[in-house]
């Protein structure tokens, strides 16, 4: 099993920045995929990023350029640095592991104001 705590969520203006930490429970030097999924109000969940265990990085088309997703094997730890937010970036931003099965994160809240 696998326990994940998201921190740094919290209220921005446009353009802003924030920096998302998801510490894991145990290591994850062989967890294949970490990433970062969000959820607006009324809307579904949707994939912001994801690193597999190599460091290859996928991103959403519309946070390329502007989201950066890392992880730090020493510190259990996945980040997501986030860049020119934008009103739209709004929502509930979950980690997730995919490690024998999918684990989820409690969520933390992100609200860009314009």
């Known amino acids: 099993q696998v326990q994940l705590v998201e921190s740094g969520g919290g209220l921005v203006q446009t353009g802003g920045s924030l920096r998302l930490s998801c510490a894991a429970s145990?290591?994850?030097?062989?967890?294949?995929?970490m990433g970062w999924y969000r959820q607006a109000p009324g809307k579904q969940r949707e994939l912001v990023a994801t690193?597999?265990?190599?460091?290859?990085?996928n991103y959403a088309d519309s946070v390329k350029g502007r989201f950066t997703i890392s992880r730090d094997n020493a510190k259990n730890t996945v980040y997501l640095q986030m860049n020119g937010l934008k009103p739209e970036d709004t929502a509930v931003y979950f980690c997730?592991?995919?490690?024998?099965?999918?684990?989820w994160g409690q969520g933390t809240q992100v609200t860009v104001s314009s």
């Open positions: 997730y592991a995919g490690y024998l099965a999918d684990y």
């Open positions: 690193i597999t265990y190599t460091g290859t990085t």
């Open positions: 145990r290591s994850i030097f062989s967890i294949k995929t």
